[in-house]
């Protein structure tokens, strides 16, 4: 009775004791809330300034249990003179956890993205400015990892001066929001999704999208980062490429109804170095301005891109499978591989399948092809090409187009391409710079015309030799010649090389501009080859030789036949059928041999070589040395000096 008694005192003792405890913690807290408050109230807006912001709160709570919270957090900046209000949070708590050794959390609940700013000098070799917070990679770089976003934390705060020491585990949530990038120019509405950090095992799972709609197009974004790896979906579209005209090359325009759409879902391994990717792009009304590709702006390109992707970040390699890419139902389908990590490395294999003429001809943009503009084509093309290119091996690359065309008829020629009056005599305008410096009909009845028959022999050889080897077996073009001139010009980095046919030539002759670019290369081809199937090889050859230039303002190969050696074409040896040949790429430059009476050393061997290739050998051969070619008016005060010699050695007979 008197153990019940004892036990129901201590029972009432304790209860009073907790009482006591529960009041003496309540009143302690609000003690130490107190303090805090007067301290966070005089030492918190001091510490913000130091930062470049200001923070106000709504309410501050301290809990023996779970740790310090402040209520109604803002964050802002001062623009001014008055504060801009940059983000909002319902809660920031630092909570501790009742271990052997305990350690805190930090946790921040609906957080609201409000206007932050975030200006990006791209000249800076560290834009952002936090080379004194990121974690170094060892490699000038930045590796952030679950436990360097920690450690990056925690610096943050150290140099804030508080005293806090993070626990292994971090938590970040938040909740609606927008962002602005780059001067207003990019905007994310709906930002939603949480962070998770635990640095004792180094990773981090990120849940997050955003979403942005409004006039300069929409966009919707979602990742998922975990143990497990990466995922992201990224869908834009009708994104207006004005927003980027900074990040876009030079030669880019970005009218005000450009645009772009993009679809990529993209997933990786838990190290994010082997990437999967499918994805779409689409581009519209894009404009191309640069002289390498034509002499005026290329507009209204829309291009469709799709496929699937394997990045390997490690080796810096990406491959591509069933690649398209077309514009306005001209598609190529590509598979292959490139390569970034020393020099560049591309192996592709392309086919475009077959498909109507017209319909690819109608997909070329008209500003890149405006001497065509109009043309109607009958028939079908089958579009191949094996292409592989290493800079650091430039000798190695491949380029084998191929090429197959049925029934192909040229429905209607295009205005400024009239190919059907090329079969008659007709009036030539020879151009320099834009400008028309001559003026005269090719055919009879002009003095100068030289029809086929009469070239000669020694002319056709000399000229096919030096200009066009294979004219008589190719379609207008040849695949060999364009990988020659592909490998020089990537060597010297210009065009150093044009690859052009004698077909190609005369087609730029008669209808196109001399400038170097590729509007003016892609033209040609096709002009070359619906010449080759109009005309015939001799009238092709028949138009070359008597208008192209062979001096200054010597245009025909019977002027200039003349001019040189007082010949007609068919009377020419192989020496100066050779020498007529060797002069065409260069015909006003290359006249001051004529000027001086004879061709230097190095040109002599030249022209031994193309005689050897039009096929002049043993004692013909021997007799050219040493390959001096005897000019007309050379020959002429030679045969007046012997002449002269002659009467004066007659004068003398008679005299004895």
Known sequence: MKLGKFIKALFVVLAVLFVAAVALAYVLTQRVEGVLRTEMASRLPALARSLGVSIEYDDVSLCPITGLSLKGVTVSTIEDGAPSEILTAESVGLMHSLHLFPAFHVRIDGVRLNRPHLSVPLACDDPAGLSSFLPSDGDGGAAVSGRGLREMAGRLIAGAGLPVQLADELELVWRGGGLNISEGRVRLDEVTGSLALDGRGGRATLVSGARFEGDRGKVDVKAVR??????????????????????????????????????????????????????????????????????????????????????????????????????????????????????????????????????????????????????????????????????????????????????????????????????????????????????????????WFVPYKRLGEHTIKGVLTCEDGSFFRHEGFRAKHFRESLIQDLRERRFARGASTITMQTAKNLFLTGKKNLSRKFQEILIAYAMEQLLSKERILEIYMNIIEWGPEIYGIGAASKHYFDKWPKDLDPLEAAYMGSIIPTASRSYYMYKQGGVPDSWATYLALIVSKMGVVGDDYDALDPFQPEFGWVRKKREAREKLEEEEGKGEEEGK
């Open 226 to 447: 975990d143990a497990g790896g990466f995922d992201v979906a990224l869908r834009a579209e009708d994104v207006k490429l004005g927003a980027f005209k900074r990040c876009l090359p030079e030669f880019v325009a970005a009218p005000d109804d450009a645009a772009a759409s993009l679809k990529l879902i993209a997933e990786s391994g838990e190290r994010a170095v082997l990437w999967n990717a499918d994805f779409g792009l689409g581009l519209k009304g894009l404009a191309l301005n640069h002289w390498r590709l034509a002499d005026r702006t290329i507009g209204g390109i829309d291009l469709a891109l799709s496929g699937k992707l394997r990045v390997d970040a490690a080796s810096r390699s990406v491959e591509f499978e069933r690649l398209r890419i077309g514009t306005d139902g001209l598609f190529l389908n590509a598979s292959g591989c490139a390569e970034f990590a020393q020099g560049f490395k591309l192996d592709t294999t392309i086919r475009s399948g077959r498909m109507p003429i017209q319909k690819a001809l109608d997909a070329i943009p008209a500003s890149f092809v405006p001497a065509l503009e109009g043309a109607q084509v009958a028939g079908t093309i089958d579009i191949g090409l094996a292409f592989a290119v290493d800079t650091e091996n430039l000798g190695a690359l491949k380029f084998e187009p191929e090429i197959q065309i049925e029934g192909f008829e040229l429905v209607k020629a295009p205005d400024g391409v009239d190919i059907e009056r090329l079969k008659r005599p007709f009036t030539h305008k020879a151009k320099k710079k834009g400008e028309v410096v001559k003026e005269f009909l090719v055919g009879h009845p002009n003095y």
